[in-house]
Nanobody, 127 residues
Framework: QVQLVESGGGLVQAGGSLRLSCAAS????????MGWFRQAPGKEREFVAS??????AYADSVKGRFSISRDNAENTVFLQMNSLKPEDTALYYC??????????????????????WGQGTQVTVSS
């Protein structure tokens, strides 16, 4: 069983930055695929970014503004969010997949591919 705990959300003005963190349990964190998803009120959960042991992938809507990274020594994945827009407002979830099927982060954009989820952290961007 893998437990995920997100932190770092909050209220920020448009153009500002936030850094989300997700602390994971588990002895083989370095082999997990980690992802960030978000869900705005009345909308479906959507992919934001993913990271494997070899590369990263991003949704087009955040490419160039967000950056995903991981610290395997600390069992933590981060999402650095810059140039935030009001449309980035959502509940942000961290997700993990044990036993990946491949090394390309582009293969992990579907929420159904992830085994474990955090409770979410709220990000609100004011205009």
């Amino acid at each position: 069983q893998v437990q995920l705990v997100e932190s770092g959300g909050g209220l920020v003005q448009a153009g500002g930055s936030l850094r989300l963190s997700c602390a994971a349990s588990g002895r083989t964190f370095s082999s997990y695929v980690m992802g960030w998803f978000r869900q705005a009120p009345g909308k479906e959960r959507e992919f934001v970014a993913s990271v494997t042991w070899s590369d990263t992938a991003y949704a087009d809507s955040v490419k160039g503004r967000f950056s995903i990274s991981r610290d395997n020594a600390e069992n933590t994945v981060f999402l650095q969010m810059n140039s935030l827009k009001p449309e980035d407002t959502a509940l942000y979830y961290c997700a993990a997949r044990e036993f990946p099927i491949g090394s390309s982060s582009l293969a992990y954009t579907q929420a159904t591919l992830y085994n474990y989820w955090g409770q979410g952290t709220q990000v609100t961007v004011s205009s």
